[in-house]
């Protein structure tokens, strides 16, 4: 199965700041990537598939890029509500997998 | 809308079953399937399997397999899931989520459902 591995594990920036997460696939996986965005108690929410487009409703703070075997997620500008874990996942291969996820913490 | 409502927390004994429920809303409940995912404490997220809603068809991770069943009920546009001989590894707050073919994204979760295996 396909591994992704995501860095760093904890992010701890300040509200307005940009962040900037990482995901690498153990193998390529095209576009076929998503990213979501998962707060304590709540279920997690789908912010970006194809690697590139933003889900239905989703801030334009939040975007994506990358092919192949490595991605990025960029939040622009953090805002309150921003402060989560987030994980990759892809759907190029069977069995879909996640990555262990980013903590994005106030510092 | 898409909404997704799951039953609710369970205690399980070791050795036991568990069967969680997703009750499916706001779309065309066989258009799509449901994929089940778990995150046991202090962890990430698990992908356990999906069945299509359409015809029955499961596709099951590796390591449940033999220990899990996932149905559908169209009538009641509801899902299931069962977990058998559970350890305290199974421990662990399990999510449906909407997912058209298995190896797709999931753009609706349910609310998740906290399964606690103990003695």
Known sequence: EIVLTQSPATLSLSPGERATLSCRASQRVATHLGWYQHKPGQAPRLLIYDASTRATGIPARFSGSGSGTDFTLTISSLEPEDFAIYYCQQRSNWPPTFGQGTKVEIK | ?119
């Not at chain 2, 799509?32 to 596709?59: C, F, H, K």
């Not at chain 2, 199974?90 to 906290?114: E, I, K, M, N």
């Open chain 2, 1 to 119: 809308h898409v909404q997704l409502v799951q039953s609710g927390a369970e205690v399980k004994k070791p050795g036991a079953s568990m069967k969680v429920s997703c009750k499916a809303s706001g779309y065309t409940f066989s258009n799509y399937g449901i994929s089940w995912v778990r995150q046991a404490p202090g962890q990430g997220l698990e992908w356990m399997g999906w069945i299509s809603a359409y015809n029955g068809d499961t596709n099951y991770a590796q390591n449940l397999q033999g220990r899990v069943t996932m149905t559908t009920d169209t009538s009641t546009r509801t899902g299931y899931l069962e977990l058998r001989s559970l350890t305290s590894d199974d421990t662990a707050v399990y999510y449906c989520a909407r997912d058209d073919s298995g190896l797709s994204y999931f753009d609706s979760w349910g609310q998740g459902a906290l399964v606690t295996v103990s003695s």
